[in-house]
C-alpha cells in the first residue's frame, strides 16, 4: 500500500478511503459521494458475460436503492436485455441516461426503476479485470460537465479500494487449483467418472473434490455450484 499512497491521489476521499474496514464503510463512502452531486442513490454492479440471462437484484454487489426496488424490477424486465446493460459492455465510457429521452420512448433502466437520471461509471477490478459499473440515480436533470469528470474519478477511486478490501478477497471462493479444474469440466456437463479419467484421478476424489466446492460455494446442487461459479467469475 505504500506505493499507492505515494502515487495515487485521492484527493478528498483519501482519508475515508483509507479507513474505510467494511462494507459499512463503503457504503457510507458511496452513498455521500451520490448526495454531494446531486443523485439520491448509488448502486455497484458486476457485469459478468453480456450474454448471461440475469438478473438486476443478483448483480448488484452494494447498492442503497430502496427495499424490494430491484426484485420488483426483475418481476417485469429481463435486465440482460436492457440498453443500459448492453451499452456497459460495449464502452468503457461513463454514460448518462434521462428518463425524458425520447429515444428511449421510457424503456430505459433510469426510467424502469422510477428515476430521472443515471449516471454509468465503467471500472475494472485491478487485479481480474473484472468489469464493473458504479451507478448513481437521482431525480436531477442533468449534471454538469466539470462534476461529471469530478464523480467519474472519485468513483473510480472508491472502487478500487473496495474491490481490494472486500472483493478481491472473495475471487476464487477459496477453491484450489485442483477443485477449479473439476469445477470447470462439472460446467462442461461431465460427469465424476469422466473426470477422473480426465484429471487422473480416483472417482471418489472427483466426488469428494465436489463435495468440499459445494460447501466453500455454500450451495446445494451441481445446478447451483456452476450458476454461481459463473456470476462470481470463477469460471467463464
Known amino acids: 500500500m505504500a506505493v499507492l499512497q505515494e502515487n495515487h491521489r485521492r484527493y478528498d476521499l483519501h482519508e475515508e478511503l483509507e479507513k474505510a474496514l467494511n462494507r459499512v464503510d463503503f457504503f457510507r463512502i458511496f452513498h455521500t459521494l451520490a448526495l454531494r452531486f446531486g443523485f439520491g442513490h448509488f448502486g455497484i454492479l458486476q457485469l459478468g458475460n453480456e450474454n448471461d440471462a440475469c438478473m438486476l437484484s443478483s448483480r448488484l454487489v452494494l447498492h442503497d436503492l430502496p427495499s424490494g426496488l430491484t426484485e420488483e424490477y426483475d418481476k417485469r424486465h429481463r435486465f440482460g436485455d436492457s440498453i ?106 461431465k460427469t465424476a467418472s469422466e473426470i477422473a479419467l480426465i484429471v487422473s484421478v480416483s472417482e471418489h476424489t472427483v466426488n469428494s473434490h465436489t463435495a468440499t466446492i459445494l460447501k466453500k460455494l455454500d450451495v446445494v446442487n451441481r445446478t447451483q455450484m456452476v450458476a454461481k461459479a459463473i456470476r462470481e467469475q470463477i469460471i467463464e
Open 84 to 189: 443500459v446493460y448492453k451499452a456497459l459492455h460495449a464502452s468503457n465510457i461513463s454514460s448518462v441516461w434521462r428518463a425524458n429521452d425520447p429515444a428511449l420512448r421510457g424503456q430505459s433502466l433510469v426510467s424502469q426503476l422510477g428515476f430521472e437520471l443515471l449516471l454509468c461509471v465503467p471500472v475494472n477490478a485491478a487485479t481480474t479485470g473484472a468489469r464493473y459499473a458504479v451507478l448513481f440515480l437521482g431525480d436531477g436533470e442533468d449534471i454538469e460537465q466539470g462534476e461529471h469528470y469530478e464523480l467519474c474519478y472519485s468513483a473510480a477511486s472508491a472502487f478500487d479500494y473496495f474491490y481490494r478490501a472486500m472483493l478481491a478477497n472473495k475471487a476464487g471462493m477459496g477453491l484450489t487449483p485442483r477443485e477449479t479444474e473439476i469445477l470447470k469440466w462439472i460446467s462442461h456437463g
